[in-house]
């Protein structure tokens, strides 16, 4: 047995280095580096003498076995999935603590259960009479689904096993398992990369489905190494602000479906609940009439999702005014300002600046530039958007407005709200009769609307 050799790895990338050192030169990470004991198997000598198995190759055009998804009965959480789970694959929950990974999963795993489907829930981190408790709360003790409370892979290995592999296990989380064989604390890099790699391997080889929950760091990575993102089929966020009810299941990653699909829940006394129209619920208060608030008629994933923006412009005297942001990106409101300053001559520079995306919802689509622009010059000129109206398009550096994707979804969203106008892009085809629309080519278009004297 080779002696097992001393290195160095960063806790947040992966990296590996042979002495410790304070900053991660791969990902620029500050004390994030410890030690960490790897079990070499010496160099690979006399691979070339021994042979192995040849694989078997198919060409591309052979018939195509594949099983069918499995739908867990929350549509929500389906369609983030890009149609219900795959059988043999691993998918990894991350999000911040409380925000309620645990409940969807004991949810998901309990409507899975009910279909007659053999699930297993171990946590890592709750009591058995814990979950039990919170499952009686949420309605589901009557579920047929099977409960555990270990933190060694071993021991969890075995019990997969024996119950004649189950169709899906949730690990809650993977930062609580430790691999005996490996001589380190659980939550380090190595020890989250064996019980990841295992149980991964255990899914591929008896085609069931593995959830690994994750931990988020504070700066939004899923603590333990990147290389966990790597090694599963599927990574889904489960985001949403903590003063608010409403949260969002993001697909990051997926091998099996598109990325940026998601799904949308509020959590409520009895649990996460799905919401079907988050475009209501993003707008149950808004209020027309008051200068500074556009609607944007934006697109999250396949989905249209109306939000308001709110923006408050106020004259500053301080040489540095404040900008503050919450649900959209700093740079890219600094680059709405330049341009408004550079082509219309606003003077927003001398003025401090606070925008929020209502309801908690974070957005990073470029068409909600203009969405941004008509609300930052409402509140500038106090002189609100006319009723029924939303507002899309992409702001170039220029003053150029560009179109966006998905036009007619946009509009087809927003006449369903009974919304009347938009302001939009100038498109190739314009679609939809019902709705109002003003096109827009350059910001200055957009500006007469609030100051007609431009
Ligand atoms: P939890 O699933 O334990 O979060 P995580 O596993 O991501 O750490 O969710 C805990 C939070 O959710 C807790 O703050 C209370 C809240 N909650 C409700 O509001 N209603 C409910 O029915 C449940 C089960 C939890
Ligand atoms: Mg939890």
């Given at each position: 047995?080779?002696?097992p050799?001393?290195?160095?790895?960063?806790?947040?990338?992966?990296?590996?280095?042979?002495?410790w050192?304070?900053?991660?030169?791969d990902?620029?990470?500050?004390?994030?580096?410890s030690?960490?004991t790897?079990?070499?198997?010496?160099?690979p000598?006399?691979l070339?003498?021994k042979?192995?198995?040849?694989?078997?190759?198919?060409?591309?055009?052979?018939p195509?076995?594949?099983?069918?998804?499995?739908?867990?009965?929350?549509?929500?959480?389906?369609?983030?999935?890009?149609?219900?789970f795959?059988?043999?694959?691993?998918?990894?929950?991350?999000?911040?603590?409380?925000i309620?990974?645990?409940?969807?999963?004991l949810?998901?795993?309990?409507?899975?259960?009910l279909?007659g489907?053999?699930?297993?829930?171990?946590?890592?981190?709750e009591?058995t009479?814990?979950?039990?408790m919170?499952a009686?709360?949420?309605?589901?003790?009557g579920a047929?689904?099977k409960l555990?409370?270990?933190t060694?892979?071993r021991?969890?290995?075995?019990?997969?096993?024996?119950?004649?592999?189950?169709k899906?296990?949730?690990?809650?989380s993977?930062?609580?398992?430790y691999?005996?064989?490996?001589?380190?604390?659980?939550?380090?890099?190595?020890?989250v990369?064996?019980?990841?790699h295992?149980?991964i391997?255990?899914?591929?080889r008896?085609?069931?489905?593995?959830?690994l929950?994750?931990?988020?760091?504070?700066?939004?990575?899923?603590?333990g190494?990147?290389?966990?993102?790597?090694?599963?089929?599927?990574?889904?966020y489960?985001?949403?602000?903590?003063?608010?009810?409403?949260?969002?299941?993001?697909?990051?990653k997926?091998?099996?479906?598109?990325?940026?699909?998601?799904?949308?829940?509020?959590?409520?006394?009895?649990?996460l609940?799905?919401v079907?129209?988050?475009s209501?619920?993003?707008?149950?208060?808004?209020?027309v009439r008051?200068?500074?608030?556009?609607?944007?008629a934006g697109?999250?994933?396949?989905?249209?999702?109306?939000?308001?923006?709110?923006?408050?412009?106020a004259?500053s005297?301080?040489?540095?005014?404040?900008?503050?942001?919450?649900?959209?990106?700093t740079g890219?409101?600094a680059?709405?300002?330049?341009?408004l300053d550079?082509?219309?001559?606003?003077?927003?520079?001398?003025?401090?600046?606070y925008?929020?995306?209502?309801?908690g919802?974070?957005?990073?689509e470029?068409?909600?530039?203009?969405?941004?622009?008509?609300?930052?010059?409402?509140s500038?000129?106090?002189?609100?958007?006319?009723?029924?109206?939303?507002?899309?398009?992409?702001?170039?550096?220029?003053?150029?407005?560009?179109?966006?994707?998905?036009t007619?979804?946009?509009?087809?969203?927003?006449a369903?709200?009974?919304?009347?106008?938009?302001?939009m892009?100038?498109?190739?085809k314009?679609?939809?009769?019902?709705?109002?629309?003003?096109?827009?080519?350059?910001?200055?278009d957009?500006?007469?609307?609030?100051?007609?004297d431009n």
């Open positions: 047995m080779a002696k050799q001393q290195t160095f790895a960063c806790g947040s990338c992966g990296a590996v280095y042979s002495r050192q304070g900053k991660c030169d990902c620029g990470g500050w004390n994030t580096v030690q960490h790897a079990a070499v198997s010496g160099a000598k006399g070339s003498q042979k192995g198995t040849a694989v078997s190759l198919v060409s591309l055009n052979e195509i076995v594949e099983a069918p998804r499995t739908l867990s009965g929350i549509s929500e959480l389906d369609r983030a999935l890009g149609g219900g795959v059988p043999g694959s691993a998918v990894l929950v991350g999000g911040d603590p409380g309620g990974k645990s409940t969807l999963l949810q998901a795993m309990a409507a899975l259960a279909k489907e053999d699930c297993i829930y171990i946590s890592g981190e009591a009479a814990q979950i039990q919170r009686n709360r949420l309605g589901l003790q047929p689904l555990g409370c270990e060694s892979l021991n969890i290995l075995t019990t997969l096993g024996e119950s004649n592999a189950p899906a296990v949730v690990i809650d993977i930062q609580t398992l691999a005996d064989h490996v001589e380190s604390a659980p939550g380090t890099v190595s020890q990369r064996v019980c990841a295992e149980l391997s255990f899914a591929k008896r085609g069931i489905v593995v959830i929950v994750g931990h988020v760091t504070k700066d939004g990575q899923i603590a190494p990147r290389v966990l993102e790597h090694m599963v089929d599927t990574v889904l489960f985001e949403g602000d903590r003063g608010h009810q409403f949260r969002i299941l993001r697909a990051v997926n091998r099996f479906g598109g990325t940026d699909e998601i799904g949308v829940f509020e959590m409520t006394g009895l649990g609940q799905e079907t129209n988050p209501e619920l993003f707008l149950a208060d808004h209020n008051e200068p500074g608030s556009c609607v944007f697109i999250e994933g396949s989905r249209p999702v109306l939000v308001e923006i709110q923006a408050l412009v004259r005297s301080a040489a540095n005014p404040r900008r503050a942001v919450v649900g959209w990106d890219r409101l680059m709405v300002l330049a341009v550079a082509r219309a001559g606003l003077g927003l520079s001398g003025c401090d600046v925008l929020n995306v209502a309801g919802l974070k957005i990073s470029p068409a909600a530039d203009m969405a941004v622009a008509a609300a930052l010059m409402s500038l000129s106090q002189s609100a958007l006319p009723e029924e109206t939303v507002v899309f398009g992409e702001i170039s550096l220029s003053g150029d407005i560009r179109s966006v994707s998905q007619d979804g946009r509009l087809k969203e927003a369903k709200l009974g919304f009347s106008r938009a302001i892009p100038k498109g190739k314009q679609s939809r009769k019902e709705m109002q629309q003003q096109t827009v080519t350059r910001i200055g957009l500006v007469t609307n609030f100051f007609p």
